[in-house]
């Protein structure tokens, strides 16, 4: 029987160094990369337990984030283990560059491996400066030859193109598929506009010759503010994996201050953003849409948005791992009826 998504849970990794120095990232231009690595106040073991299935209502997608690079922390091993034998699946996301996580990653059993997904960040200019590349494309290979699931990702930025027929050979040559793309945004702006000096129509030309659905999705929803209501809150959260704090979203209010605290105390999961989303525009969309926050907003699946066929018939998702990524939230979450939503519509005027 295929699991079914309950909820997705973004979680952001209390790492905020990094081994790498993309030109465009906050890490790099803040001179992040001297902090020390975290000091965890609980234990792998505590923080996998606050997060078991019953707790969480159910088999989740546990995205794990740092601000930096993820896999710098030891912590990162135990916490991915207790997560998957909870029964949940597990994305990482990472630069690909720590040889050393993910030779202890391959030491999994092969059915925790089969719910793992690890999302390598392409960092082109980095990794070939740094003479990397090679050792990029043995983690990939390595994860996938456990049985892992992967995606290759670009963040585009406007350095990059002259690099961009050399990208698609290499990833060719070497992933069997061209890299998908995301949409890099100016965080110095409040209005999130995307990263780049050129027009959109151009970016759009530029970065649109990948072929990448998650490029293509989130062009059509990025700078679109979201009015629709959406069960972030409820179906959906945003956990900081150091402190337990969980938020409906990145900007909502706090579910609950300290998830860790009383683990046996269950996590109120029944406070929905709404009509109140706070963001200038749903900049991570390719999740928290593509699994259904705004059920009646059309989106593609999130297995549709992460995988590639490969020219040799092979694909970047294994079989339990794409049925899991193509499930919707509302197919194992209760909406709420149309009386209760203009309610709460109400009591926003
Ligand atoms: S690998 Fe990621 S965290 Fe590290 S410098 Fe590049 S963009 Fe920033
Ligand atoms: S629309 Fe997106 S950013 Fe806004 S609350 Fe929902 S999930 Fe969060």
């Avoid at 546990?62 to 710098?72: A, D, S």
């Avoid at 699946?89 to 690909?96: A, K, M, Q």
Wanted: proline share 5%; net charge positive.
């Amino acid at each position: 029987m295929t699991d079914k998504i309950k909820r997705f849970i973004d979680c952001n990794f209390p790492v905020k160094t990094c081994n790498l120095r993309c030109h465009y990232c906050y890490v790099t231009q803040n001179r992040e990369f001297e902090k020390e690595l975290p000091k965890f106040k609980y234990t792998p073991e505590h923080i996998t337990k606050a997060l078991s299935k019953e707790r969480l209502g159910g088999v989740c997608n546990i995205n794990i984030c740092g601000e930096g690079e993820t896999m710098l922390p030891p912590e990162i091993i135990p916490i991915t283990k207790g997560l998957l034998e909870n029964g949940h699946y597990v994305n990482l996301i990472t630069n690909g560059t720590i040889s050393k996580r993910f030779d202890e990653l391959c030491e999994f059993p092969k059915e925790l491996l089969s719910r793992l997904f690890i999302k390598f960040s392409f960092q082109f200019l980095e990794l070939k400066r740094l003479h990397l590349l090679g050792t990029y494309v043995e983690n990939v290979h390595k994860m996938q030859q456990a049985g892992a699931s992967f995606s290759i990702e670009i963040t585009p930025n406007d350095e990059l193109i002259p690099y961009i027929e050399e990208i698609k050979q290499f990833s060719i040559d070497n992933f069997g598929a061209l890299p998908h793309i995301t949409v890099a945004r100016n965080n110095m702006d409040k209005n999130l506009p995307i990263l780049t000096n050129l027009s959109r129509t151009e970016y759009q030309k530029v970065w649109g010759q990948f072929n990448s659905e998650m490029f293509n999705y989130k062009m059509k929803c990025f700078n679109v503010k979201r009015k629709e209501f959406c069960y972030a809150g409820a179906w959906t959260a945003f956990l900081m994996m150091g402190s337990g704090e969980l938020k409906q979203c990145y900007l909502g209010k706090t579910i609950n201050s300290n998830i860790y605290e009383n683990i046996d105390k269950p996590i109120d999961f029944n406070m929905p953003i709404g009509y109140k989303c706070p963001d200038a525009h749903c900049f991570n969309s390719h999740a928290w849409l593509c699994f259904g926050d705004i059920p009646e907003h059309q989106a593609p699946t999130y297995a549709e948005i992460r995988n590639r066929i490969c020219n040799d018939g092979s694909e970047w998702l294994k079989p339990k791992i794409k049925n899991f990524f193509s499930t919707k939230l509302e197919e194992s979450n209760k909406k709420i009826s149309l009386l209760k939503k203009i309610q709460m519509k109400c009591q926003l005027q």
